[in-house]
Each structure stands twice: as structure tokens, then as C-alpha cells.
């Protein structure tokens, strides 16, 4: 069995070359091609990548939520983290969803509003991501044993 660089070398302009490459991939493929291994478009890995990509999107998006409310409620109450519970935990979480200006001007009931609802996604994407990582755990745990 010559593999591609061996062929490359016995071709009649000894080199490399794209073309010289494609050819003797080809080749060698058209030769071994009873005992190669079949490659399949959907498999186990793929399936985990795409949960992981998507995964990882949840957790981005997550991040960045965090980050516009406390952009938010710093306008409204630059002492929050004093008195609420902490952002990235379940009571902070609840904590914002309710979340009220004591300050009765349009643009703060405004900017409480938009917590509200930057705080409903967040919760969307927190339970996207662990619905997902359970996913690839029962996945990768069936697949891919120790």
C-alpha cells in the first residue's frame, strides 16, 4: 500500500501540488476503499456538538442578560447589591422578576420594566442551558462509557 506522499513521489513530476495531492487522495481512497471505516453525517459526536454549541449560546446569552440588568438597575439603584440577593442565584433571580422602582418618574418604571423582562429571559436561557447540559450528560454517558 503506497500511501499519498509515496505516490507523489512516483508520479512522473515529482512534487507538491494541490492537483497532485487530490489525485493521489483519490487514489488511495478508491484503492482502500473496502476497509476504511464508514463515515457517517450523524453520529454520537456530532449529536454532542451540537448540543454543546447550542449549550454554550444559553450560557453566553445568560452572561450577557446579567449584564444588561445590572447596567439597568444600577441606573435605578446603584445600592442593589446591598439589599438583593445576588444575580446569579435563584432568589436574586425571583428578586428581579418583581422587581419595582420606588422612584415613580416614567424612565425608572421604565428601566424596572426592562429588568422584568431581561430577567424572564434570563430565566429562559438558565433553564435552556440546564435542560441542555442533562442532555448531553445522558448523552455522553450512554455513548462514551468510562
Known amino acids: 500500500m503506497l500511501g499519498t506522499t509515496a505516490r507523489r513521489r512516483s508520479a512522473r513530476r515529482p512534487g507538491k ?34 448540543l454543546t454549541t447550542e449549550r454554550e449560546g444559553a450560557v453566553g446569552e445568560a452572561s450577557r442578560l446579567r449584564n444588561q440588568i445590572h447596567a439597568l438597575i444600577m441606573q435605578i439603584d446603584s445600592t442593589y447589591q446591598a439589599h438583593m440577593p445576588a444575580l446569579k442565584s435563584q432568589a436574586g433571580l425571583k428578586a428581579l422578576q418583581i ?33 441542555l447540559e442533562e442532555r448531553i450528560k445522558r448523552l455522553a454517558e450512554a455513548g462514551f462509557p468510562p
Open 99 to 131: 422587581h419595582q422602582s420606588p422612584d415613580p418618574r416614567p424612565l425608572q418604571q421604565e428601566r424596572a420594566a426592562a429588568v422584568r423582562r431581561l430577567a424572564n429571559r434570563l430565566q429562559l436561557a438558565l433553564q435552556q442551558a440546564d435542560e
Open 17 to 50: 501540488t494541490d492537483k497532485l495531492d487530490a489525485s493521489a487522495d483519490a487514489h488511495l481512497v478508491r484503492q482502500e476503499a473496502t476497509t476504511l471505516p464508514r463515515v457517517l453525517p450523524e453520529d454520537e459526536t456530532a449529536l454532542l456538538d451540537l
